[in-house]
C-alpha cells in the first residue's frame, strides 16, 4: 500500500472502533501478535510511547499471550501527537464500552478486544481487515504489508535504519537492510541529488 492509499485508506475507516490499530500498523509496523497483545499498562500517552512487550498468538486453537520470540521484540515506540490523539480517543471509547456493558465486560487490558471485554484473535483482526479494504475498493493486500508500508515510508522520508530496524523489532539493522533492499536505491539517488544541489547549485 502505497502513501496515497494508507492515506486514503485511515481517512475511509477514522470512525471505525479499529482506527487506532489500523493507524499504528501503517504508521509503527508493529506485526500482527504484538498488535493483538498491546495491553493499556504498557501505553503511556502522556510520555506518548507504547511498550510492545508481549505478543498474541494461537496455539492448539486458543488465542494466548505470550513473550515476545527475541530481546528485541521487546521495546518502546515512540508515538506523534496524531497517534496519541488516536489512542486517547479509543481509551475514552474502550471506557464508555466497559460502563454501557457493566459486569458482563471481560476486561483483561488489552486495546484491541470486542464490545465486551475479551481481546481479539490475531486472525480475526486479518479478517477484518480484508473487509475494510474490499470495502475501499483497493485490490487485496494482506494485513502483513501494512507492516512493510510503514517501513518503507519510514526509510523513503529518511529515517535512519537503525531507527527503523528498532521500531520494526528486527534483530539488528542488517536484516532491515535486507528485507528493503528495493527501497534504498531511490533514496540513494534523491540524496546524491539533494547534496549535488546544496554543493554544486542548479545545472544552468
Request: charged residues 20%.
Amino acid at each position: 500500500m502505497d502513501c496515497r492509499r494508507g492515506d486514503k485508506f485511515l481517512q475511509s475507516t477514522a470512525s471505525d472502533r479499529m482506527a487506532f490499530a489500523w493507524s499504528l500498523l501503517l504508521t509503527r509496523g508493529p506485526r500482527r501478535g504484538e498488535l493483538c497483545g498491546l495491553r493499556w499498562e504498557g501505553v503511556d500517552l502522556a510520555a506518548g510511547v507504547v511498550r510492545i512487550n508481549r505478543t498474541r498468538v494461537v496455539a492448539d486453537g486458543h488465542a494466548v499471550d505470550s513473550a515476545p520470540k527475541t530481546r528485541s521484540g521487546r521495546r518502546s515506540v515512540q508515538l506523534d501527537p496524531s497517534l496519541v490523539s488516536i489512542l486517547w480517543s479509543h481509551k475514552a471509547s474502550h471506557a464508555a464500552a466497559r460502563l454501557a456493558v457493566g459486569a458482563a465486560h471481560e476486561d483483561v487490558g488489552h486495546l484491541l478486544a470486542d464490545e465486551v471485554g475479551r481481546p481479539c484473535r490475531p486472525d480475526s483482526i486479518s479478517q477484518w481487515f480484508d473487509q475494510k479494504v474490499k470495502a475501499t475498493g483497493f485490490p487485496r493486500i494482506r494485513l502483513h504489508d501494512c507492516r512493510h508500508t510503514a517501513a518503507s515510508l519510514m526509510l523513503a522520508a529518511g529515517v535512519p535504519i537503525k531507527v527503523v530496524s528498532e521500531m520494526l523489532g528486527h534483530a539488528s539493522p542488517t536484516i532491515t537492510l535486507a528485507i528493503y533492499a528495493h527501497v534504498l536505491p531511490g533514496m540513494a539517488e534523491e540524496a546524491g541529488a539533494a547534496l549535488s544541489g546544496s554543493l554544486l547549485g542548479s545545472p544552468q
